[in-house]
């Protein structure tokens, strides 16, 4: 079974710190990403990475940086939390081999910035 | 751009059948997802569509209409663990998937 893993259910952060959110896949999928849901708008596309050391903004990337060093890791780092930023976190992964290919997702990260 | 619409919420009895439609509006795409997220978890895989037509997979069948800019689930027998929300995405460009707002189905005995 495939298997994504996110490092924290729920997340607590005040205004202003710098917050680490941590993907890893078991799968060696080429392909990471980063979505948030919020309620009535769905899954945003956040950032995006098709390999190692690679990555493409989504559709809503500002106030979000990402790292991917090794290829089973997957970081969305937030350089300065912000109220706003408070939503569910998904990342998902998937093979490299066009964009029929499934995506797997992880469990989510909860993040509350107060 | 793409635009993707789904109803918010519906409702359906155990044992019925229920469908639950996607329309959307987009320039082009390689085909269509549905996904299923219970409450609190991870969205998990359902059905991807690329040609027109019905593609049916036990109690859950997915169809396409790319002419008419049209999608629909539809769940049979329903049971009350297929309470959950069902995503409608669309494959586009590149590694891009679309999804839409979603629609939360509630099973009722």
């Known amino acids: 079974d495939v298997k994504v893993t996110q490092s924290s259910r729920y997340l607590v952060k005040r205004t202003g710190e710098k917050v680490f959110l941590e993907c890893v896949q078991d799968?060696?999928?080429?392909?990471m990403f980063w979505y948030r849901q919020d309620p009535g708008l769905g899954l945003r596309l956040i950032y995006f990475s098709y390999d190692v050391k690679m990555k493409e903004k989504g559709d809503i990337p500002e106030g979000y940086s990402v790292s991917r060093e090794k290829k089973e890791r997957f970081s969305l780092i937030l350089e300065s939390a912000s109220t706003n930023q408070t939503s569910m976190y998904l990342c998902a992964s998937r093979w490299d081999r066009g964009p029929g290919n499934i995506q797997y997702f992880g469990a989510g990260t909860r993040l509350s910035v107060l | 751009g793409q635009n993707i619409d789904q109803p918010t919420e519906m409702t359906a009895t155990e044992g019925a059948i229920v469908q639950i439609n996607c329309t959307y509006q987009t320039s082009g795409f390689n085909g269509l997802f549905w996904y299923q997220q219970h409450a609190g978890e991870a969205p998990t895989f359902l059905s991807y569509n690329v040609l027109d037509g019905l593609e049916e997979k036990g109690r859950f069948s997915s169809f396409l209409s790319r002419s008419k800019g049209y999608s629909y689930l539809l769940l049979k027998e329903l049971q009350m663990k297929d309470s959950a929300s069902y995503l409608c995405?669309?494959?586009?460009?590149?590694?891009?998937?679309?999804f839409g707002t979603g629609t939360k189905l509630q099973v009722i005995p």
């Open positions: 799968m060696d999928h080429e392909n």
């Open positions: 995405a669309l494959a586009g460009g590149y590694q891009k998937v679309t």
